[in-house]
């Protein structure tokens, strides 16, 4: 046949299906545009751009009884989920999965949305506030989900957890969609650095709304989000609180005790056979964890060592780090202070990275499994080193399962700081209350009384006997916290489940159970 | 090897997580305070946490010492009541001024040693000298008893009773600094500096600990176990001053060995001095966990 060009074209050629002839009424797009310019910015007509929230939540086609989600990365300073909770439910939708990547004190409003069924259920990485207490307590009936950042990113790609809606706030957007974390162009008065969690959503969800106080001219590069995944865009005021997204600076500990630990961590680094030129790091934001870094900066200056990358939320220490060149690149999942988030926006070897990318089990050259040494710190440990880092000593949830597992099993030596007393309580016990990580992935625990190797790595303990670091048996330790403050009483439990972990493969690997009050 | 005192860590009798962890941080010393860090409402309190904590704690086999209120204050008398009872190493004599002040404190201390039937001379003392008065009798504190294992220092008393403020140099401070180390010296006893009381400042930390040091104190008493270190490292002898060391004591050993009073090292005269310099510079490598070997 003739085709839209002009040219004899053939319905079917031997070998090859589905011939179609060119049409030139063709209407995908193909037409010389000579008003682009105005539709690359804001003509409704053209872009992604819809007038309200409502009007985004009804194009999704959100209904009854699907999955929706969100991201975590403004943290404490998140304005986006209780505003679009609000919305969808005054529109009366109701029965909803939220999988969030993570909770925080912020969304306590979520409990009334539990409550009246507007969500049914809840996945995320963790919890605290009312919301935690809530579940803790027994008010609801379906228990909470609790994943690692990798497992969340495997159940989403792999379609365990299929996400409808994604509505996933964004520092800076352009009427396309391409988003990000922060802004090339302009100081994004909400910039939360890397969008890694919010990455994965936007990949696998059938429906994408990015929500932005920020539109900015197209393209909007660097992004995080392409606009080949976003469906809608909504501007709004404001999205977030940059005092509750960033902490301003996350400062060097003064503690005497965390002080102690992390000499305490940044040796065993030293003597584990790992520290060599080239090798990986991740350490956390707490305060033993970040000091770590800075006794081991001294360590990489006297012996003349660099690191090839550093993994996982990046904070100033680690940003300090890479500018002084001691850390070659940055691989940034979250940005957990304004110096990680600059950095994000002027290195050019600092790096963001999917949820997936960092940590996801199923993706075999996961960056987390290409860590040599990761310190991470723990709530409980007990005597098979088994961690908890998601419920409090009185059982209540006060925590996040994050990255912790996924990086315990995919560091060579992964460390778990921690104060061998901590208030009144000692750190180690018989068992933990929940299981966040399982103590086989667990290498070594450092404490300021000294440090516990786990008998499945006798390679290490040799390395540490030769460095005459303090290492006694777990048992010894606890032993030695237990002559002074005692056995703690145990948590007193109702039959009820009122939390699921998962470890990172998507397997149940410990209940949440109600706490029972009133004792 | 001699009992090294770089660093006397202040720990408050009122705070019993301090107390637990004190001993954590490598200090040489520990001493708990119910005196100036207890207010008056809490001084029964504290001294009876501190009497508990003494006999309940371990801390490790580190020296504790306890520094009590003044005799002449409501409190002074219970504190050695109960902390003698405790048995720390030492108890601490704050605002010492005369000989009488020492003696006082070491016939209390061997009526309660009898009373409890404890050996004799088991609790010993340390005296902090803090005015004029008791710098100029420091010589004879130093001797008054043979419970003293040590004499320091404390500065913000010593400066006030001087009409003075302490000023970063420490000039304020030398007579006294001397006086006090002179006796310690003369009665073969410790001697320790004060605190210096900005924990935020370790370049001017550090740079009167280099003065202390320098001067001939044993150490230092510090507040925050953040100072421990700074302390440490000052103290610590450099590589060329260990090696040097060790061969000085080689040779006074060879010398002994062969029954000649006459050492020498590399054609050069060593005498004793010397070889009693080498020897501590030897112990405080060692207490640096630097192998001497």
């Known amino acids: 046949m003739l085709n839209g060009a002009g040219r004899e074209i053939p319905l079917a050629i031997e070998g090859l299906d589905g011939i179609t002839p060119f049409d030139r009424k063709s209407t995908y797009g193909q037409f010389k545009n000579t008003e682009r310019l105005k539709d690359r910015q804001q003509n409704p007509a053209k872009n992604k751009i819809m007038d309200s929230m409502e009007k985004a939540i009804e194009a999704t086609g959100l209904r009854n009884g699907m999955t929706i989600s969100f991201h975590h990365h403004f943290r404490n300073g998140d304005f986006i989920l209780n505003m679009v909770m609000d919305q969808i439910a005054k529109m009366g939708i109701r029965d909803l999965v939220l999988a969030a990547s993570s909770l925080t004190d912020i969304h306590a409003p979520l409990v009334e949305h539990v409550r009246n069924g507007v969500i049914r259920r809840i996945e995320t990485s963790g919890l605290r506030g009312e919301l935690a207490q809530a579940y803790s307590y027994g008010w609801f009936d379906i228990p909470v989900t609790i994943n690692s950042h990798g497992g969340r990113a495997r159940a989403i790609a792999s379609g365990e957890c299929p996400i409808d809606v994604a509505f996933l706030g964004a520092p800076s957007c352009d009427a396309y969609g391409n988003a990000n974390g922060t802004s090339s162009v302009n100081e994004a008065p909400s910039a939360c650095g890397s969008l890694g969690y919010a990455m994965v959503d936007a990949q696998y969800a059938r429906n994408v709304v990015i929500i932005t106080d920020n539109l900015v001219s197209y393209p909007n590069t660097p992004f995080a989000i392409p606009e080949t995944q976003v469906d809608y865009v909504v501007v709004v005021d404001r999205i977030g609180d940059q005092k509750g997204i960033v902490s301003g600076a996350t400062r060097y500990t003064k503690n005497p005790k965390e002080l102690l630990i992390a000499k305490n961590a940044a040796d065993v680094i030293e003597a584990s056979g790992y520290f060599v030129d080239g090798f990986s790091l991740q350490t956390g934001s707490g305060g033993a964890a970040l000091a770590t870094t800075r006794f081991l900066r001294e360590k990489m200056l006297a012996a003349n060592i660099k690191a090839s990358f550093a993994l996982g939320g990046i904070t100033q220490q680690i940003v300090d780090l890479h500018e002084e060149g001691l850390i070659e690149k940055l691989l940034d999942v979250q940005s957990f202070d304004l110096r990680a988030v600059e950095s994000l926006r002027k290195n050019k070897f600092h790096q963001q990275i999917s949820a997936e990318y960092y940590a996801s089990p199923e993706n075999i050259g996961c960056a987390a499994h290409q860590l040599d040494v990761v310190v991470l710190s723990a709530l409980e440990i007990d005597l098979n080193f088994n961690v908890n880092v998601i419920t409090g000593s009185d059982g209540v949830i006060r925590g996040a399962s994050g990255g912790h597992c996924d990086t315990a099993a995919g560091a060579a030596v992964s460390i778990i700081v921690a104060p061998l007393i901590r208030g009144r309580m000692p750190a180690i016990l018989d068992r933990v209350n929940t299981i966040i990580t399982p103590g086989h992935t667990v290498d070594v625990l450092v404490t300021d009384q000294g440090i516990a190797v786990n008998p499945l790595r006798q390679d290490l303990l040799a390395g540490f006997k030769a460095a005459k670091l303090p290492v006694f048996t777990i048992e010894e330790l606890q032993e030695k916290a237990t002559r002074i403050v005692g056995k703690p009483e145990p948590i007193q439990w109702e039959d009820k489940i009122v939390g699921v972990i998962k470890y990172r493969d998507g397997s149940v690997i410990d209940v949440i159970r109600q706490v029972k009050q009133g004792r | ?293």
């Open chain 2, 1 to 293: 090897m001699q009992k090294l005192r770089r660093t006397m860590l202040y720990v408050p009798g009122n705070n019993p997580g301090m107390i637990r962890d004190a001993h954590i941080y490598g200090a040489d010393s520990i001493m708990i305070d119910l005196e100036d860090s207890v207010s008056l409402y809490e001084k029964d309190a504290a001294r009876l946490l501190v009497y508990q904590a003494l006999k309940t704690f371990d801390f490790g086999g580190i020296e504790v010492l306890v520094r009590v209120n003044p005799l002449n204050t409501p409190y002074g008398r219970d504190d050695f009541e109960a902390i003698v009872r405790a048995q720390p190493t030492a108890i601490r004599l704050p605002k010492t001024e005369t000989a009488d002040d020492v003696i006082e404190a070491d016939e209390l201390i061997t009526e309660i040693e009898q009373k409890i039937g404890m050996e004799h001379g088991t609790i010993k003392l340390f005296a902090a000298v803090e005015s004029g008065k008791g710098a100029l009798n420091a010589a004879q504190i130093a001797v008054a008893s043979k419970r003293l294992i040590g004499i320091a220092i404390g500065a913000e008393d010593f400066v006030t009773d001087l009409k003075t403020t302490r000023s970063p140099e420490g000039i304020e401070l030398l007579t006294a600094r001397s006086l006090i180390l002179f006796a310690a010296r003369a009665a073969g006893i410790a001697a320790v500096d004060t605190v210096y009381s900005d924990v935020n400042n370790e370049e001017g930390f550090a740079s009167e600990v280099k003065l202390i040091k320098q001067l001939g104190f044993d150490g230092k008493s510090i507040i925050n176990p953040r100072q421990i270190e700074i302390v440490n490292r000052i103290y610590t002898p450099t590589e060329a001053e260990i090696k040097k060391s060790k061969r000085i004591i080689e040779a006074s050993l060879e010398a002994e060995a062969k029954g000649s009073g006459v050492i020498s090292l590399d054609g050069k005269m060593i005498d004793r001095p010397i070889v009693e310099r080498a020897r501590r510079i030897l112990d405080l490598a060692e207490a640096a966990k630097i192998n001497v070997e």
